[in-house]
């Protein structure tokens, strides 16, 4: 199958190898690219979903090859049946949770005026430093 891309920088579009794995429930895709650059990641992702007609959420992209000096990319990529297929035995990278997730408003809570509590002054006296005190006290008395 090979395609011309006319909307994007990548010119040929040459599938190696196409297998079901039915454990899994994908579909492994291997295909070769010609491109000036190397393609990102969302630019392979659109264009398996036009040609494979499947949704972006259920393709992963394993592997983007390519050779100092050489203008072909050998790419690898699975096609899960669905959504849940893939989250199961897919690993999210950190790159991967940004993209996915939204910005989640943190709740506010309503600070309260600290109430001034009034330390009580204690003795730094022990009972023993007391006893001594009383002692001198009696013999100064007495």
């Known amino acids: 199958m090979q395609l ?3 909307n994007s920088k990548m010119e040929n579009f040459k599938v190696i190898e196409e297998k079901e794995n039915p454990l899994f429930n994908r579909k492994e895709i291997q ?8 393609p990102s990641r969302e630019e ?3 264009l398996i979903s036009e040609k494979f007609s499947t949704q972006i959420e259920n393709i ?6 390519g050779k100092f000096g050489s203008n072909n990319f050998n790419i690898n990529t699975f096609i899960y049946k669905s959504e849940q297929d893939k989250n199961k035995l897919e690993i999210k990278k950190k790159k991967e949770e940004k993209l996915t997730e939204t910005p989640k408003e ?5 600070e309260k005026p600290q109430e001034k509590v009034e330390e009580t002054k204690e003795s730094s006296e022990s009972p023993e430093a007391s006893k001594e005190d009383n002692k001198i006290e009696d013999i100064k008395n007495g």
Do not use: G, R, S
């Open 106 to 110: 943190e709740p506010k809570t309503e």
């Open 60 to 65: 992963k992209i394993k592997k983007i090859h």
């Open 44 to 46: 392979i992702i659109k």
């Open 4 to 6: 011309k891309l006319d």
């Open 31 to 38: 295909f070769d690219v010609q491109a000036k650059i190397t």
